[in-house]
């Protein structure tokens, strides 16, 4: 990428308000969940994150900036769509750390179609919300049991829940329903101790936006500070969530639209 994108690499300091956590990050290699992967390392936490096939590259430098903090590791080739997948993702976490203190739903996929709704396929289609929507539930559901009092899960939403885009139409659907998905699973497990809360960027320069979209040259221009955020920008919303300042903080979505209005 051009510029490459910012992962907080040399601007994250920690100070240790994760220390001895043990996280789970999906979608760890790039963007948005390499810059947490990053932070919560630094903040003190071990780190097991997921990758596809074709990102081991990025997955072997997410997982050095991990340990270059003194954390543990663990990337884990995962592909989310399958429920088989999101079980044995669980497993390998619990296996490797014996709890999950952070779930950190994040794995995304979008494609533009600027010609409408009739340019969806139902291939897209199935793929935007097995993605987006069924391996969030998937892994919420089994990594539950997992997650003690005083966990948490934070799940990546969008400005789009809000503001939808009509090229990104099946995307913003399911970052709406994550929105409502957060809500209720925060009030479901209130009584547990365990908090659920998102984070709703705007747009934000990551792998995602010119893989998937035909002109990033007005990339960003649309929100009021004039630009993308970097992902770097991101990782501090999801350290105060999953830390213990946010003890008495569920049910919320962090809106970081950089400076677009949301409900």
């Not at 300091?13 to 919560?40: C, M, N, Y």
Request: proline fraction near 8%; charged fraction near 20%; aromatic fraction near 8%.
């Amino acid at each position: 990428m051009d510029p490459p994108p910012d992962h907080g690499e040399q601007s994250y300091r920690g100070s240790g308000r994760l220390d001895g956590r043990k996280a789970v990050i999906t979608g760890g290699d790039s963007g948005i969940g390499r810059a947490v992967a990053l932070a919560f390392a630094r903040e003190g936490a071990d780190v097991l994150f997921t990758h596809l096939d074709e990102e081991k590259e990025e997955a072997r430098e997410t997982a050095r900036w991990v340990e270059d903090a003194g954390r543990r590791a663990v990337p884990v080739s995962c592909d989310i769509r399958e429920e088989a997948n999101c079980r044995s993702l669980v497993e390998r976490a619990v296996a490797e750390f014996g709890r999950i203190d952070v779930l950190v739903n994040n794995a995304a996929y979008q494609m533009s179609q600027p010609e409408g709704i009739e340019a969806i396929s139902t291939e897209q289609f199935d793929r935007v919300l097995r993605t987006n929507l069924y391996g969030m539930f998937w892994l919420s559901k089994f990594a539950l049991p997992h997650i003690p009092e005083g966990g948490s899960i934070i799940n990546s939403t969008s400005v789009q829940a809000y503001k939808p885009s009509p090229h990104l139409l099946d995307y913003a659907m399911t970052k709406g329903a994550i929105v409502t998905f957060t809500h209720g699973l925060a009030q479901m497990l209130a009584d547990r101790g365990v908090r659920v809360n998102a984070v709703a960027p705007g747009p934000v320069w990551t792998p995602l936006i010119p893989a998937t979209l035909p002109d990033t040259v007005e990339f960003g221009k649309q929100a009021p500070l004039g630009r993308p955020a970097q992902p770097a920008e991101m990782a501090p919303a999801y350290v105060f969530l999953a830390s213990p300042e946010a003890s008495f903080i569920t049910a919320e979505i962090v809106n970081a639209t950089g400076g677009t209005p949301l409900p």
